[in-house]
């Protein structure tokens, strides 16, 4: 194994060099990257963009030497790869610990329960003495702004930007020469996406290591880096990497271009269609309302065999929700607003208070959603979580949709004109899980329109987003509220908070927040 | 639930002995009373027991909140025997089919002792052992492959998060129209469509841990360990109690001459 420090323990800089590298994942016809050709010097700082589908997350794992035979869907099969991708003249493979990657979701970045042990679970892996590692874990943990934490405290009771830096944290304890941040800031909300950002700055100002990150979002990392590449879809005509320089440049040069591609450019926000001016600002009529309610994600504890009622994150909530119009709830992390919009979507039990939908919406089947059996729910409030693949419950994108209209008997006649409008026709046939992200956010919210409810209820439709599907998503939802349908949206994201109108409930920090 | 895999806090005494001595004393309080039903060596091994609670950092309240099932599982067990075991001895109580006899008392009574007597030990063991420690111990003193064992403990802290996971699939596939409300057999297909959703993220998130785990250079050859596992006169101490136990167990059964080794019958 190279040493990648030197005898003082700092940290030397990492090379890349791609010569027609390529790559196809196992099970696939057509290769993740194809002919790339990339130099990266030690100590720079590369933002890479493109397309869903040009291969970027791909690039980022096999430089951390960790892509194998076995692809994302848990499957082993025999992948194909073409020209020579190396690291400081070596394979990346050979080098473990040269470099440290970071990936998207915060949940599996964190791999042991105490804090301490975590930093130091890297260090440990690559053989570094047990005194100089707790010497690296604290340095490191002020590096990353967490040295206020004890080293036993839990993992799991850290908020996602924090988990993220605590990620940080374990890869510089492996002091590696190239930091590699796959979407490390697609799951925050914007105050966790800045920390994190900030961590890594400071970061890399101490240790001059090169840093390669992927992005949507351009105007988080822009001037924390000093070169831009853009990739495009492997092709047999085209090159990989389709544009390349400093971020100005690259910027000025494919404006139009990058956002066309749904890269998210500084300064801009997507077109979205308007809401017709007469219909923006009349009140509706009401559909639910919620009255002094206090929700919690907990049902009632037992302990032993006495039953504790949950204790409430939020209390006191009153809010209604009108026809043809939206409702942002907004507010800090962990505020409960989630939680809230669940209760009101009759998913969760309110703990206090009550939750009531007008005779409007009720129609016959009671006046609390949450007594509501499952079909009648589906056709009054339908609700759009976060991860769209908590709520695949088929094997094919068509039967998807036809779902619901079975199970209530009717409504199957919708199902193709929501097929064109959020472009899902030439996918029918697929599997919901194979789609991209962009597709599976289109088809999460089409299946549950395919019921035709009277209130849709999403949380954080736009996390993760690429400024296309953000745009298309906006205007969709802008065009059901002018034919009648409430929107309840939780959201951190301001413009499109803004781009629906309506109302807004500002959710305040929960009182019991985790520490 | 996530929190409880987790012993921050506990700072008692038992918490900082190495878990390998812990559990040979667990093991061997155990392997003695597995062997006899009778009455005598179970109260005298509950007795010293509860007398070790305070230095697992253990309380009457937090035992009765973590092991209630075991409790009336040996309850039950107690009770269930003195009636239904063969009678011997005076009839204490006669209802019909169930007869209580002075032998089947005795007896009855030694299976609910013994099932606290046998439980206790375990939920002692885990109240005052963190999972990392045991790894540590495991992979350092017991010399298990460390691979094995680490990727033991990091799937450990997937299961809090499954559990969470499965409660939001459940509310998700409400919101698609699966009923988890209904008949028997409409739960049972709920059910089966739910563990599917969890199975399919528990294998999305595992294999994105395991990239995770593999980008710390995680599997390589030769590892450190940043936390050394050691033994300490506390497990002298710890190991040697367990030996007294087991020993004043079986010793004050044989005197009283109420052991009663189980595949012998009577």
């Not at chain 2, 008392?105 to 299976?111: H, K, N, R």
Request: proline share 5%; hydrophobic share 45%; net charge neutral.
């Amino acid at each position: 194994m190279a040493p990648s420090q030197d005898a003082a323990g700092t940290v030397r800089p990492a090379a890349v060099t791609a010569r027609g590298w390529g790559w196809r994942h196992a099970g696939r016809a057509t290769p993740a990257v194809h002919a790339l050709d990339l130099d990266i010097s030690p100590g720079e700082r590369v933002l890479l963009l493109g397309p869903s589908g040009a291969g970027k997350s791909t690039l980022l794992h096999a430089l951390a030497g960790v892509l194998g035979d076995i692809n994302d869907d848990g499957e082993a099969g025999d992948a194909d790869e073409s020209g020579s991708l190396l690291v400081d003249g070596a394979l990346p493979r050979a080098r473990r610990g040269r470099a440290g990657l970071m990936q998207q979701d915060p949940e599996t970045q964190v791999v042991l329960s105490r804090v301490g042990d975590d930093v130091a679970f890297g260090a440990e892996n690559l053989a570094v003495p047990r005194d100089a590692i707790w010497a690296r874990v604290h340095e490191a943990l002020a590096d990353v702004g967490l040295s206020h934490l004890p080293l036993d405290h839990p993992t799991s009771a850290l908020s996602g930007g924090q988990k993220q830096r605590l990620a940080l944290a374990g890869i510089l304890a492996m002091r590696p020469g190239l930091i590699l941040l796959d979407e490390p800031t697609a799951n925050l909300d914007p105050d966790g996406v800045l920390e994190v950002r900030d961590a890594v700055g400071r970061c890399l100002d101490k240790t001059g290591a090169t840093l390669v990150v992927v992005e949507h979002r351009v105007s988080v990392w822009k001037d924390l880096v000093d070169r831009i590449v853009v990739l495009q879809p492997g092709s047999a005509a085209d090159p990989a990497v389709l544009l390349d320089g400093p971020p100005d440049r690259v910027l000025s040069e494919a404006r139009t271009m990058l956002a066309a591609a749904g890269v998210w450019v500084p300064g801009y926000v997507p077109e979205t269609r308007k809401r017709s001016a007469g219909q923006a600002s009349g009140a509706g009529n009401l559909l639910l309302a919620a009255e002094q309610l206090g929700v919690s994600r907990e049902r009632g504890r037992r302990k032993g065999l006495r039953k504790v009622p949950a204790v409430p994150v939020q209390e006191g909530l009153t809010a209604q929700v009108r026809a043809g119009q939206a409702l942002a709830i907004t507010g800090p992390n962990g505020a409960g607003k989630s939680t809230f919009a669940l209760t009101l979507a009759g998913l969760l039990e309110p703990v206090s208070g009550k939750v009531s939908a007008s005779l409007d919406l009720s129609r016959g089947a009671g006046i609390d959603p949450y007594r509501w059996k499952a079909e009648q729910l589906i056709s009054r409030v339908g609700t759009v979580f976060q991860e769209p693949e908590h709520q695949f419950v088929t094997g094919k994108v068509l039967d998807e949709l036809l779902f619901g209209p079975r199970h209530l008997g009717h409504g199957e006649d919708r199902v193709d004109e929501l097929l064109e409008r959020l472009r899902l026709t030439q996918l029918v046939n697929a599997n919901p899980y194979t789609l991209s992200g962009g597709e599976k956010r289109r088809l999460s919210v089409a299946t549950v329109l395919a019921a035709s409810p009277q209130v849709l209820v999403l949380d954080e439709p736009t996390f993760g987003q690429d400024a296309n599907t953000w745009a298309e998503l906006a205007s969709f939802l802008s065009e059901l509220l002018d034919a009648g349908t409430a929107v309840v949206s939780v959201t951190h994201d301001a413009e499109f908070t803004e781009a629906l109108g309506g109302a807004e409930l500002r959710m305040a920090a929960a009182e019991t927040v985790a520490p | 639930m996530r929190q409880e895999l987790t012993l921050h806090g506990n700072r008692a005494l038992l918490a900082r002995a190495n878990p390998l001595s812990k559990f040979a004393a667990v093991l061997l309080i155990t392997a003695v009373l597995a062997l006899s039903i009778d009455w005598v060596s179970a109260s005298v091994a509950l007795v010293f027991e509860l007398l070790l609670f305070p230095l697992a950092g253990l309380t009457l309240s937090l035992l009765w909140q973590r092991g209630w099932p075991l409790i009336i599982a040996a309850a039950v067990g107690g009770w269930s025997t003195s009636i239904l075991a063969p009678g011997s001895g005076k009839i204490l109580l006669d209802a019909g089919i169930w007869t209580m006899s002075e032998g089947s008392l005795q007896l009855g009574i030694g299976f609910l002792l013994r099932g606290f007597a046998i439980a206790l030990p375990a939920v002692l063991l885990m109240s005052c052992t963190d999972p990392t420690d045991l790894a540590d111990a495991l992979a350092q003193k017991a010399r298990l492959p460390h691979r094995f064992v680490l990727g033991t403990l990091a799937a450990m802290r997937l299961v809090g998060l499954m559990a969470e996971e499965w409660q939001i699939i459940g509310m998700a596939r409400r919101a698609r129209g699966v009923g988890s409300r209904g008949s028997l057999v409409q739960r049972v297909k709920a059910t089966l469509g739910q563990s599917f959703g969890l199975l399919v993220q528990a294998i999305r998130r595992a294999s994105r841990l395991a990239v995770t785990m593999e980008a710390r250079g995680f599997g390589g050859g030769k590892r450190t360990w940043a936390r050394e596992s050691t033994f300490s006169l506390l497990d002298l101490g710890v190991v040697s109690g367990g030996v007294l136990v087991a020993g004043l167990a079986l010793f004050a059964a044989v005197t009283a001459g109420t052991w009663n080794m189980v595949w012998l019958g009577s």
